[in-house]
T-cell receptor, first 111, second 107 residues
Framework: KAGVTQTPRYLIKTRGQQVTLSCSPI?????VSWYQQTPGQGLQFLFE???????NKGNFPGRFSGRQFSNSRSEMNVSTLELGDSALYLC??????????FGQGTRLTVV | EDQVTQSPEALRLQEGESSSLNCSYT??????LFWYRQDPGKGPEFLFT???AGEEKEKERLKATLTKKESFLHITAPKPEDSATYLC????????FGQGTELSVKP
């Protein structure tokens, strides 16, 4: 069974640009969550999507947004990038009764 | 406020030297405590889920236990390949993570 797939693995962007990250969950998993990981703040929850609806949202500015498609694949968008947005962005998928399984992450560097 | 605290921040062991990692939590109504392993530059890898005090789970050299206020990850006779960051998290509609314990096992 394939795991959670995130693309791209690495990105370098310039301040002020926007970026879109993609996540394909494990087959049959309808919940997709996004987390940001930085050395200073650790792993922090961004948002969760379930059946194309945002079900939960963390404490991040509106520049961070996401969506989920009917096949459960999800995208995360960050607009007007700031240097502080440099991080490892992780996607996790789960069913209602299982633990969350993470992808390998997208390493975003903002210069 | 829900909080997860892990200690120590870093742990260096010799191969074969057993030890324990600690995860303290303050949440109202635990709905699952999770342990993950993370290698540098990779996503967290699921290890265990614990739901109630007294519960224990084992996998190879790892054993996770849970009390009403904390969880321990016991590592018996570790090997260099056990070197990684170990993350603890509680479920509150989302995963709330501790800062992790970076484990280094030297041959």
């Amino acid at each position: 069974k394939a795991g959670v797939t995130q693309t791209p693995r690495y990105l370098i962007k310039t301040r002020g640009q926007q970026v879109t990250l993609s996540c394909s969950p494990i087959s049959g998993h309808r919940s997709v969550s996004w987390y940001q990981q930085t050395p200073g703040q650790g792993l922090q929850f961004l948002f969760e999507y379930f059946s194309e609806t945002q079900r939960n949202k963390g404490n991040f500015p509106g520049r961070f947004s996401g969506r989920q498609f009917s096949n459960s694949r999800s995208e995360m968008n960050v607009s007007t990038l700031e240097l502080g947005d440099s991080a490892l962005y992780l996607c996790a998928s789960r069913t209602e009764n299982t633990e969350a399984f993470f992808g390998q992450g997208t390493r975003l560097t903002v210069v | 406020e829900d909080q997860v605290t892990q200690s120590p921040e870093a742990l260096r062991l010799q191969e074969g030297e057993s030890s324990s990692l600690n995860c303290s939590y303050t949440v109202s109504g635990l709905r699952g405590l999770f342990w993950y392993r993370q290698d540098p530059g990779k996503g967290p890898e699921f290890l265990f889920t614990l739901y109630s005090a007294g519960e224990e789970k084992e996998k190879e050299r790892l054993k996770a236990t849970l009390t009403k206020k904390e969880s321990f990850l016991h590592i018996t006779a570790p090997k260099p390949e056990d070197s990684a960051t170990y993350l603890c998290a509680v479920w509150r509609g989302k995963l709330i993570f501790g800062q992790g314990t970076e484990l280094s096992v030297k041959p």
